[in-house]
């Protein structure tokens, strides 16, 4: 399933989304909730990286990791390396989060795992952590056959999304819970740390939302022409071999794109037989790009 709408769009829009929220959770932790800290007798400070490393680790990083294939210009194999990297870091940064919030509970004597909230968070880790070692085994190294590769990554996107869409609305989750245990204490309930919690969540959740765009709507494609172009100066012939660039939407291509239009025209001037290689430089879809 596709939107046929371009993907730079909703991109675009998630990273100042993400810039948003980064630094949003800052000021919260940092500003109202006292800063920082892995060892303190103030435990709430332990608590806070919490919240700051699931949203840039598990949500941030993760959601950049997804948008790799759709966002950067480069070749799928090193598009891989990239979503695997990426996502080990929002995988590694996910544990560490988590880990502050049971030390945070263990040197608070607080108890563990007692919320939806914490039971589905570990859900998510887990099944991030397979979705990794799968992704890692099968379409990297040793690698699957082609079989299994072509017929297990719809699955892989598929999972990919939902846990990435679990991870997003725990998140929504955990800001609540947070912002309800500090509204029972003492914190007003229409001040400013309160609005900001809330428009962090909001802006978190449309993050999500962006990704997901990201990645049911078209990759965009550069298609390079090299073509050969002789033209006769006087006496001497001179051969230029020029590139044509042009930028369109993989549906475009499949129907009445630039590159249609430039071929008949070649083929009205006979200078198709001049055409020697269409290179799609930016598709994580290659194969289906029709070959003339
Ligand atoms: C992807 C995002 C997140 C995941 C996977 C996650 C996971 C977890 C887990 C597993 C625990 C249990 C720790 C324990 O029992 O000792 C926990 C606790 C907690 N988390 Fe998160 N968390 C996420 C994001 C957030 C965010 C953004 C906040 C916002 C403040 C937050 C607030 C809390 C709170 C208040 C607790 C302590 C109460 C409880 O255990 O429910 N979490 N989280
Ligand atoms: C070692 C780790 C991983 C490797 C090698 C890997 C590999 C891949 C490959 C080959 C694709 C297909 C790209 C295409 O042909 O369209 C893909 C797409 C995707 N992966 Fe992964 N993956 C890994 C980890 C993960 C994780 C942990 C998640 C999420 C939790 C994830 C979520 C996704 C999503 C949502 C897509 C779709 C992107 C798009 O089509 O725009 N991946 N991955």
């Known amino acids: 399933m596709a939107i046929g709408v371009n993907s730079l ?10 810039l948003a929220r980064v630094v949003m959770v800052l000021v919260w932790c940092i500003r109202f909730m006292g800063g920082l800290a892995w060892e303190a007798t103030d435990k709430s400070l332990i608590f806070n990286i919490h919240p700051v490393l699931m949203l840039i680790g598990l949500v941030i990083i ?3 990791a997804i948008m790799t294939y759709k966002a950067l210009p480069l070749k799928k194999e090193l598009k891989k390396v990239i979503h695997m990297v990426l996502h080990a870091i929002a995988l590694v940064l996910g544990i560490i989060g988590i880990y502050a919030a049971f030390k945070f509970h263990n040197e608070s004597s607080i108890a563990n795992l007692y919320s939806l909230h914490a039971w589905v968070g570990i859900g998510i880790i887990a099944l ?11 379409f990297l190294f040793p690698g699957g056959s082609s079989a299994v590769r072509s017929e297990t990554v719809p ?6 999304l939902i846990i990435f869409s679990l991870a997003v609305g725990n998140a929504a989750i955990g800001f609540l819970e947070k912002l309800t245990f500090l509204e029972s204490a003492s914190l007003a309930k229409f001040g400013a740390e309160a609005y900001l919690v809330n428009f962090t969540a909001i802006v978190t959740v449309l993050y999500g939302v962006f990704v997901v765009f990201s990645v049911l ?8 022409f090299t073509a050969i172009n002789d033209e006769y100066y006087g006496m001497g012939l ?3 071999l020029f590139p044509y660039r042009t930028k369109a939407r993989l549906q475009d291509l499949m129907t009445n ?3 249609r239009t430039t071929l008949e025209e070649w083929e009205k001037d006979d200078l198709l037989h001049k055409l020697i290689s269409i290179k799609p430089v930016m598709s994580n879809n290659a194969e289906s790009i029709p070959t003339f």
């Open 217 to 224: 709507s078209q990759p965009v494609v550069v298609v390079n």
């Open 257 to 259: 794109s630039a590159l």
């Open 238 to 240: 001179f051969i230029i």
């Open 62 to 64: 993760g959601g950049e």
């Open 155 to 160: 699955w892989h996107i598929f999972l990919g």
């Open 9 to 18: 769009a909703f991109i675009a829009v998630a990273q100042v989304l993400a």
């Open 128 to 138: 991030y952590g397979i979705q990794w070692i799968y992704g890692f085994l099968i």
